[in-house]
C-alpha cells in the first residue's frame, strides 16, 4: 500500500466534506439519529468554517490518500491546556479501514504535539463507537473520563474523553556532550509507532 499524508489544502474541503459525510453515515448510523448526524456534518463541515481552521495557528488537519485516492483524514487543535494536544477528527473510509491508516494519523498528530511542546494527546469518542474505542486502545489511548455535552439543536454528546502520552523524539546520547544536531531539524518522523 502506498500510502501518503499531507496536510489538506484549501482547495481540498469540499471532497473532505464528502468523505466525512460517507464515513460518518458507516460509522455513526447505529450509534446517533440521522438528524444529529446532519446537524453534526453541518455544524462541523461548513466550507467557511474548514477553511478557517486551515489558516489558524495551532490548527492541523490531514488527509491520507492511497495511489492518490483520498481515503481519510484527521485534524489536531491546541486546547489551551498546557501541552495538551486535541485529536479532534479522525476518519477512514470504511473499505480502507483495519489497514494502519488510523494509526498513521494518529502518529502525524503525534508529531504536531511533538513539534509544539506538548506532552498529551487527548479525544473524545462516542461511548457506544465501539470499533473507534478499540482502535484508540491499539493506539495507545486510555479512558481518562466520562462526559455528556450539549451541543445544541436539542442534541447531547455522550463520550468517553481519551488520553495518551506524547513521546519525545529519541536523541542519541552523545547529543549533549558533542554538539551533535540532527541533519534535518524537525524531519523526524515517528509515523509508525501509534
Ligand atoms: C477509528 C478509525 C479511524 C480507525 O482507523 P483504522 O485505519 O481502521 O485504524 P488502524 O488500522 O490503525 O487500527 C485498527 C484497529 O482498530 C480496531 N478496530 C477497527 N475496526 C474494528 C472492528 N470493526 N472491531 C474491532 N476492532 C476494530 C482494532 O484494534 C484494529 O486493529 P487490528 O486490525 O490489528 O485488529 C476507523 O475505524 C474509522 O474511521 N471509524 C469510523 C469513524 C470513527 O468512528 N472515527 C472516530 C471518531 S472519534
Redesign the pocket.
Known amino acids: 500500500m502506498n500510502l501518503a499524508i499531507q496536510p489538506v489544502r484549501p482547495v481540498d474541503v469540499e471532497a473532505i466534506a464528502a468523505l466525512a459525510r460517507e464515513?460518518w453515515q458507516?460509522?455513526y448510523a447505529g450509534i446517533v439519529a440521522q438528524a444529529q448526524i446532519d446537524y453534526m456534518l453541518e455544524q462541523r463541515y461548513n466550507a467557511p468554517r474548514l477553511l478557517e481552521e486551515l489558516a489558524k495557528p495551532g490548527y492541523w488537519w490531514d488527509q491520507a490518500a492511497v495511489d492518490g485516492e483520498r481515503i481519510?483524514f484527521s485534524s489536531c487543535h491546541l486546547t489551551g491546556a498546557p501541552g495538551e494536544l486535541k485529536l479532534d477528527?479522525?476518519?477512514?473510509l470504511p473499505a480502507?479501514?483495519?489497514?494502519?491508516?488510523?494509526?498513521?494519523l494518529i502518529g502525524r498528530a503525534l508529531e504536531h504535539g511533538r513539534a509544539a511542546g506538548c506532552d498529551t494527546l487527548v479525544?473524545?469518542?462516542?461511548k457506544q463507537?465501539?470499533?473507534?474505542i478499540?482502535?484508540?486502545?491499539?493506539?495507545g489511548f486510555a479512558v481518562r473520563e466520562s462526559v455528556r455535552v450539549d451541543i445544541g439543536g436539542g442534541f447531547i454528546m455522550d463520550d468517553f474523553i481519551m488520553a495518551r502520552s506524547i513521546p519525545q523524539a529519541a536523541r542519541p546520547s552523545s547529543e549533549t556532550d558533542s554538539g551533535w544536531k540532527p541533519p534535518f531539524p524537525g524531519g523526524e518522523s515517528d509515523t509508525g509507532e501509534a
Not at 96 to 104: E, I, K
Not at 134 to 139: G, P, V
Open positions: 464515513i458507516d460509522a481519510g477528527k479522525l476518519y477512514v480502507r479501514q483495519r489497514g494502519g491508516v488510523g494509526g498513521a479525544l473524545a469518542v462516542n463507537n465501539a470499533r473507534a478499540a482502535a484508540y486502545e491499539k493506539h
